[in-house]
């Protein structure tokens, strides 16, 4: 069960891999990140802007 102790945790080890997947798909100069991390933002608005999205089914 996770705690609210638990989310500053959790929201570090998703912010990591989401930079660990921009520097794998795209490199790693800052300007690579930089065009990574805009793709990320488009692909999350795309999903509706919501930090929590609905399960799989």
Do not use: C, W
Not at 7 to 33: D, N, Y
């Amino acid at each position: 069960m996770t705690t609210v102790a638990d989310v500053p945790h959790l929201v570090m080890l998703f912010s990591m891999k989401i930079s660990q997947e921009i520097r794998e798909q795209h490199g790693a100069t800052m300007e690579e990140v930089e065009a990574g991390m805009a793709e990320k933002s488009r692909e999350f608005a795309e999903a509706g802007n919501r930090v929590y999205l609905p399960m799989a089914q």
